[in-house]
């Protein structure tokens, strides 16, 4: 007889007090309902957790809920500390800004069943555009994908919306083995522990919009002058190095590097773009062309390749079959 799924979700809270209410309430609401939810306060500063617990009181939620609290230590040593406090076979992962749709948890059910040799389950993530619509992210899945992904590194290089931290749930075994996110990093340390299961993981995908990622409240101006872990880790460090001899790896950083040096030079992060510069030395001499390329182009062809990038993007949406989704009430509240 197959293992039941249970689930543990794992919230990460830093001065969200604008957000995490609607955060939370997304997951008390789910069709199938979490079989825990841990909320790992990482010493707000704010009102964040009376906001939570004020909520709490009022909903009076049959799901179990613990807030563990602890000095203010990042992100990393937050969700790190809600997965090994997990009770239940799967962990997923919420950020304080961002929600659920109501049958989130039961599509990360259905895709265990579906493939249950894989232990990472990812849904396709969505963004708050313009207006407020939700904007699905890019993929190059078909319409209605809903499987094993067989090349997930690759996949993932060649659009994005397939994982996130607020859209993957990894089996407690697979989270050992990963070792979890690293600690003490400002920027980037999500997609290295992405990119080292998609190495060494089964993944199943499913193509519906289930979660929601909202950048106004992200804290993506904080990470101004901070290099990408991911480059770092595996460009200039000797164990980060061990992992190019896999290819899929090599085509990632090397068409992530670029777009990368684009964008930190248009803002002006000059310290940035000189370490991935001579990170980028760490790559094979054909691939590395374009980084260096881009490091020393007009700044009008980083405007307009950009704009070419974007238009491109919108016109390959995925999976959905549309290219916005009307706002679910709940988004309304952290506008």
């Not at 407690?172 to 003490?184: I, T, V």
């Amino acid at each position: 007889m197959a293992t039941p799924f249970t689930i543990s979700v794992v919230i990460p809270l830093y001065n969200k007090e604008q957000a995490v209410e609607c955060t939370v309430r997304s997951v008390l609401r789910q069709s199938r309902p979490a079989d825990e939810l841990i909320i790992v306060d990482d010493g707000s500063t704010d009102g964040s957790v009376a906001r939570v617990e004020r909520l709490l009181k009022v909903e009076k939620p049959k799901t179990p809920v613990r807030i563990l609290r602890q000095q203010n230590q990042g992100v990393s040593v937050a969700r790190n500390r809600g997965a090994e406090e997990a009770r239940h076979d799967f962990i997923a992962f919420l950020d304080g800004d961002d929600e659920w749709e109501p049958d989130c948890i039961a599509e990360f059910e259905r895709l265990a069943a579906k493939c249950p040799d894989a232990p990472v389950l990812t849904v396709l993530l969505a963004k708050v555009g313009p207006g407020g619509t939700v904007v699905p992210e890019r993929t190059i899945l078909p319409d209605g994908f809903f499987g094993e992904v067989p090349n997930p590194l690759d996949t993932y290089r060649r659009g994005y919306g397939i994982m996130s931290s607020s859209s993957v749930a990894v089996r407690k075994d697979a989270w050992r083995r990963s070792g979890g996110f690293e600690a003490g990093v400002p920027n980037g340390e999500d997609i290295c522990w992405w990119v080292k299961l998609m190495m060494t993981e089964r993944l199943a995908h499913s193509g519906r919009v289930v979660s929601i990622w909202h950048d106004e409240f992200s804290g993506a101006a904080d990470r101004v002058g901070a290099v990408p872990y991911h480059f770092s880790y595996f460009l200039g460090s000797s164990e980060g190095r061990s992992y190019l001899r896999d290819p899929a790896l090599v085509k990632f950083l090397a068409s992530n590097l670029p777009v990368q040096i684009g964008g930190r030079r248009l803002a002006g992060d000059r310290e940035v773009v000189a370490e991935l510069r001579r990170l980028s030395r760490a790559l094979p001499l054909r691939l590395k062309g374009v980084s260096l390329a881009t490091s020393v182009a007009p700044k009008w062809v980083l405007r307009a390749a950009m704009s070419l990038r974007r238009a491109r993007m919108r016109r390959a949406l995925p999976g959905t079959g549309v290219s916005a989704l009307g706002m679910h009430p709940a988004h309304q509240s952290k506008l």
